[in-house]
C-alpha cells in the first residue's frame, strides 16, 4: 500500500463528486425505465438504451444512399482502417510509425490486414449493391452484418454513446468503493477482485461490449491481472437483458421470458464459479501488464472500517478524473472500435454466414452437440444442433436459425444457451483478441466448447424444474 494512498485526506469535494458521478453512471447503466413498444406492451430499458435509440435514429434521418448516416461513418472508418494498414505495413510513413497513437491503430499483422481488405471491399460492394447475391444477402450475409453495425440500434450507435459513457461508470471511484465492500465474496466465488462486479453490471444492463471495453481498459491500466481479465470476458461479459429480451421475442419465447432469463443468470453464475478455476484460465499467469504494474489495492488496513476506506479509495480515484481524461478516454474508446474492430466485425460475421448457408461445415462441427442433445432429450436435436456452434462467430446466428419453427422446448433451451455461451468472435470475441488479454482464438475456440458442454445439461435441468414448478 503507497503512502500517497495512506496520506490521503478525501475532501468534500471529492466525496460528493465520487457519489454523484457513480449516482450518473449507475443510472444509465442499470436502471431500468418503462415503456411501451412498438406493439403496445410494457416493455423496460435503461436510459443508455433510450440514448442508443434516440441516437441512432437521429443520425440515421441523414441519408447516404438508400441508408443512413451511420453506414457512411462506418464506411469512412473502414476505409481510412484499410488504407492506413496498408500505408503502415508495407510503406511504414514516418507520420505513422512515429506517432504511438496512430503506430497501434494502424500497424497490425497480415490476418488482420487481410480482414480490413475484406471489410473494405464489402462494405462498398453493399453500397453499390455490386456482388454475389449470397454475400450481399441482407438476411444472411454482408447486408445483415451491415444492418448489425449501422443500423439505428446497431453497434455504431451503442459505441457512439458508450465511448463517453463508460469513463462515468469507472473513473469516478465506483469500482473501487464497490472492489472493497464486495471483494470477499467476489474473491471468493469467483477467484476475482471485488471490483470486477462492475464489469458483470455493464454487460448485465448495457451490453457485452461494454463490459469487454471495461475489463480491456482496467487490465491496461493495472488493475486486473492477465488471468483475472481473462476469467472475467469470458464469464462475465453476458448480453445485456434488453438485448436478451429482444432474442426471447425472435424466438417466440416472451411468454415465459422471467423464467428464460432466470434459467440464463443461473447457469451463467454456476460457470462463472467453475471455469476460472479449471484449465486454461487457471493456467494464465496472475501477472500485471509490466509497464503499468499492480495499481489495484483492495486490502482493507488494521483499524480501519471497511466502508471508510472504500469511501477514501473512491474519492482519491474521483480526485484524479478530469472532464478532460474522460473525453480523451472517449476519443480512444471510439478511435480504436470505428479504425480497428469494425471492419473485422464485417468481415469476419460475413465470412461466417456465408459458410453456414454455402456449405455444410457448420452441421458437421454440430454433430457430437447433436448426440449430446439426444441424450438430454431435446426434440429435434440433430436438426437444430448447428444453433449450438454457430453462435461462436455471432450470437444472433442461432435466434435466426431457430425462429419460430422449433418446438418451444427446443427455442427456450437453444436459446438460453445461445446467450450464456458469452464467445461471440464478431462482437466480444473481436475486442478480446484486439486487447492485450492473454486470451487467442483458440482459447476462446476451446472456452466455448467447454461452456456448451457445462450449460446443456445445466439449462436442460432449470428448464424442467422450472416448467415442472410453473
Known amino acids: 500500500m503507497s503512502k500517497e494512498v495512506q496520506n490521503y ?66 464506411a469512412i472508418a473502414i ?4 488504407l492506413g494498414s496498408v500505408l503502415a505495413y508495407t510503406v511504414k510513413p514516418g507520420f505513422i510509425m512515429n506517432n504511438e497513437k496512430l503506430k497501434k491503430l494502424f500497424q497490425c499483422g497480415i490476418v488482420y490486414l487481410v480482414s480490413k481488405a475484406i471489410g473494405f471491399a464489402l462494405v462498398w460492394m453493399v453500397f ?27 453497434l455504431m450507435a451503442i459505441f457512439i454513446v458508450l465511448g463517453i459513457a463508460i469513463p462515468i461508470l469507472t473513473d469516478f471511484g465506483l469500482m473501487e468503493f464497490l ?65 436478451t429480451f429482444v432474442v426471447a421475442n425472435f424466438i417466440d419465447v ?31 499467469k496472475d501477472e500485471y501488464l ?14 480501519t472500517s471497511m466502508f471508510s476506506w472504500a469511501v477514501k479509495l473512491a474519492s482519491k480515484r474521483a480526485s484524479e478524473t478530469t472532464p478532460v481524461s474522460v473525453i480523451k478516454s472517449g476519443l480512444s474508446n471510439w478511435l480504436s472500435i470505428f479504425m ?47 444453433a449450438t456452434v454457430v453462435g461462436f462467430v455471432d450470437m444472433f446466428i442461432p435466434a435466426v436459425m431457430l425462429g419460430t419453427t422449433a418446438p418451444f422446448e427446443t427455442r427456450f433451451i437453444i436459446g438460453a444457451l445461445s446467450i450464456v455461451q458469452i464467445i461471440y468472435l464478431a462482437e466480444t470475441g473481436i475486442l478480446i483478441l484486439k486487447s492485450r488479454i492473454p486470451l487467442n482464438i483458440l482459447h476462446l475456440a476451446i472456452l466455448f466448447i467447454m461452456r456448451t458442454i457445462v450449460a446443456l445439461p445445466l439449462i436442460v435441468l432449470m428448464h424442467w424444474l422450472l416448467f415442472s414448478v410453473f
Open 79 to 82: 476505409t481510412v482502417s484499410f
Open 179 to 243: 472492489g472493497i465492500l464486495i471483494r470477499k465474496a467476489v474473491r471468493f466465488l469467483f477467484t476475482l477482485p471485488g471490483r470486477s462486479s462492475i464489469d458483470l453490471l455493464g454487460s448485465w444492463f448495457s451490453s457485452s461490449a461494454a463490459s469487454v471495453i471495461i475489463t480491456r481498459n482496467q487490465h491496461e491500466k493495472g488493475y486486473y491481472t492477465g488471468r483475472e481479465a481473462a476469467a472475467i470476458c469470458v464469464n462475465f461479459t453476458l448480453v445485456s437483458l434488453p438485448f
Open 128 to 154: 453499390f449493391d455490386i456482388g454475389p447475391a449470397v454475400i450481399l444477402d441482407q438476411w444472411d450475409g454482408a447486408g445483415l452484418m451491415m444492418s448489425l453495425i449501422a443500423g439505428s440500434t446497431g
Open 254 to 284: 416472451t411468454g415465459s421470458f422471467a423464467l428464460f432469463y432466470l434459467t440464463i443468470c443461473v447457469v451463467s453464475i454456476i460457470l462463472a464459479v467453475i471455469f476460472p478455476r479449471i484449465w486454461p484460465l487457471s493456467r494464465i
Open 9 to 74: 485526506k478525501p475532501k468534500s469535494g471529492h466525496k460528493l463528486t465520487f457519489i454523484i458521478m457513480s449516482l450518473i453512471g449507475v443510472f444509465l447503466f442499470m436502471v431500468p425505465l418503462p415503456f411501451i413498444n412498438d406493439d403496445g406492451y410494457r416493455a423496460f430499458n435503461i436510459p443508455l438504451g433510450f440514448a442508443i435509440n434516440w441516437l441512432g435514429g437521429f443520425i440515421n434521418q441523414v441519408p447516404f444512399g438508400d441508408y443512413g448516416l451511420l453506414f457512411l461513418l462506418a
Open 340 to 386: 480497428d474492430l469494425i471492419p473485422v466485425i464485417l468481415a469476419w460475421g460475413t465470412i461466417a454466414l456465408v459458410i453456414n448457408n454455402t456449405t455444410p461445415i457448420f452441421e458437421w462441427i454440430s454433430w457430437p452437440f447433436g448426440q449430446y442433445m439426444n441424450l438430454l432429450q431435446v426434440p429435434y436435436a440433430m436438426e437444430y444442433a448447428p
Open 290 to 303: 509490466p509497464e503499468v504494474g499492480k495499481q489495484i489495492d483492495e486490502e482493507v488496513p488494521q483499524k
